[in-house]
């Protein structure tokens, strides 16, 4: 039987960090990472870029072979996790081989949500999730004239602009009354939706699907009001979650996802979980949430591999604050912490509609809750930052609802340690 004293499950952010942070205060011990993928580890961020042709597989790889080399790691692509004896310390891949463990960390990420429509599944379809999913897109995307997208989520959003990059005629189709819901509010997801009317993508909204029926070169798409689309590429973008299969007969706990504490170990003895597999704390209440986000992917792989290799530097995980940049057609929007205003929150906003510009912050007690903006000058990760560590905008608050980037800024070299 193989054996390891770290076994990682799952080589993108969170595992990736993992095995980094591992070896900054343990250089000998074996650590081996198991990854589905039969590529070099990328970021999942890149893959629309793939899609569009702007980058190539080949130039997107977070690590190159040597680094696991120099860093004893073994490395096994195209396999993954279809077992685990928490009691013996045994994993089984899917190859059948087994592997003896100390310490395991669950860093499998998530998989796309295939919805349950009539037809769907005897119907040609994308996902984009892997690097093999882009390259397959691409070369679709190259013989194809018209595509349907189901889906105003990220994915989707970056799909649909990179599919129209490559020349195609392109529709999204999304069941809520606005795009990207759960990451910015109406006003500012009208913005980003003009902007892709704009640029020629056509953006069908509040509509369900309840039918996919495949034709000769492509597929119909009946919508609930009695419209259809036609295209000869679909790509689903409806969603994520994580494939847990490999759980059972354990005695890890799980919800929407894996289960964690702040220290990201998950209930069963020698297992850590981390990235868009784990359900963690949430920044803002008691719940515990998933935040899929590449951030908050690096902090909690950071800190279960700190747990995992008692690092006396570990600082437990204060919680998930939602973060995200998101370019489209040169435009640049961002959202840090909580979009929507709730009775408890102080929400100021500043909107330029000529300027097509945007800025929404939402505070507590003058702390930091929440800021989303569209083509304004802003540095996500101080706003997270400014959140994180409840700084009190009492002294500032004026200046930091007038310039948030330059003020917030000041703040953090002031406070940084």
Known sequence: MNT???????ASHAGLEAVHRIRLVDETSPITLVTRDAHAPYSPTILPYVVSGQSAPERVVLRKADYF??????LISDNELVAINENDRVASLKSGDQWQYEKLLLATGADPIIP??????????HVLRTMQHAIDLREHAGK??????????LIGMHGAENLRHAGLDVTIVEMCDQVLPGYFDPRAASVIETAFNDNGIHMVMGSRVVKVESQD????????????LEADLLLVATGVKPQ????????VQVDQGVLVDRNMRTDAPNIWAAGDVAQAAD??????????????????????????????????????????TYTFFGQQAISVGQCMADAQLEELTRTDDDNQRYLK???KDNRLHGISSINEEMDAGIMWQLILRKIDLTPVKDAFIARPLETGRALMSSTWR
């Open 4 to 10: 390891t004293h770290y076994l990682i499950a799952g």
């Open 69 to 74: 080399t120099q860093h004893n790691v073994t």
């Open 116 to 125: 349950p429509i009539p037809g769907l599944s005897e119907t040609p379809f």
């Open 144 to 153: 194809a004239k018209r595509a349907v997208v189901l889906g105003a989520g």
């Open 217 to 228: 070169n492509g597929c119909r798409i009946t919508l609930e009001n009695g419209n259809s």
């Open 244 to 251: 847990l299969d490999y759980l059972k007969g354990t005695s």
């Open 283 to 324: 920044f803002y209440g008691e719940d515990k949430v998933m935040m899929g986000i590449l951030p908050d992917a690096v902090t909690q792989g950071a800190i279960a591999a700190m747990d995992m290799a008692e690092d006396h530097a570990l600082a437990p995980y204060v919680g998930g604050v939602p973060i995200n």
């Open 361 to 363: 912050i939402l505070l």
